[in-house]
């Protein structure tokens, strides 16, 4: 585990594939976010659950904000570690963040968060029940 990661998150590592890459090897910008997203299935499916769960009882965690800060580029078949943890938890929105860094170096190549809003299948803003709260992030 990263020195700069809280001690409840979760780390997933794999080498950046070729198709991720533009013409100069460099990962596209877009793919990062795609990681956010595997990374927070890991965090999920690491506490014993997955979004299919949540999704079973009646709610959906739509995503409300992405933010990445890009400080150095990942390049085709280095060895990535995406972290994820929970940041903020409140009644219906949460916030995961990220750090994405070269796992020989430990270089941090991306930081970033994405906000969720728990809804409804309808859309309508749903509270987060107790049950996920201590399940996504056990509380003081």
Same mark, same amino acid.
């Given at each position: 585990?990263?020195?700069?990661?809280?001690?409840?998150?979760?780390?997933?590592?794999?080498?950046?594939?070729?198709?991720?890459?533009?013409?100069?090897?460099?990962?596209?910008?877009?793919?990062?976010?795609? =990681?956010? #997203?595997?990374?927070? %299935?890991?965090? $999920? +499916?690491?506490?014993?659950?997955? *979004?299919?769960?949540?999704?079973?009882?009646?709610?959906?965690?739509?995503?409300?904000?992405?933010q990445a800060?890009?400080?150095?580029?990942?390049?085709?078949?280095?060895?990535?570690?995406?972290?994820? =943890?929970? #940041?903020?938890m409140q %009644?219906?929105? $949460? +916030?995961?963040?990220?750090?994405? *860094?070269?796992?020989?170096?430990?270089?941090?190549?991306?930081?970033?968060?994405?906000?969720?809003?728990?809804?409804?299948?309808?859309?309508?803003?749903?509270?987060?029940?107790?049950?996920?709260?201590?399940?996504?992030?056990?509380?003081?």
């Amino acid at each position: 585990m990263s020195q700069t990661s809280p001690p409840d998150a979760v780390e997933i590592s794999f080498h950046v594939r070729f198709a991720e890459t533009d013409q100069m090897g460099i990962v596209h910008h877009t793919n990062y976010i795609i =990681w956010f #997203e595997e990374s927070r %299935s890991a965090y $999920m +499916r690491a506490r014993g659950t997955s *979004y299919t769960a949540f999704a079973a009882d009646g709610l959906e965690l739509a995503v409300s904000k992405v933010q990445a800060r890009y400080l150095a580029p990942a390049r085709y078949d280095r060895l990535v570690t995406v972290c994820c =943890w929970v #940041e903020q938890m409140q %009644s219906r929105k $949460m +916030r995961f963040s990220y750090r994405i *860094y070269d796992t020989a170096s430990g270089q941090t190549l991306v930081t970033g968060f994405t906000d969720h809003i728990c809804i409804t299948p309808e859309g309508r803003v749903a509270r987060i029940p107790d049950k996920w709260r201590h399940r996504l992030k056990l509380e003081n």
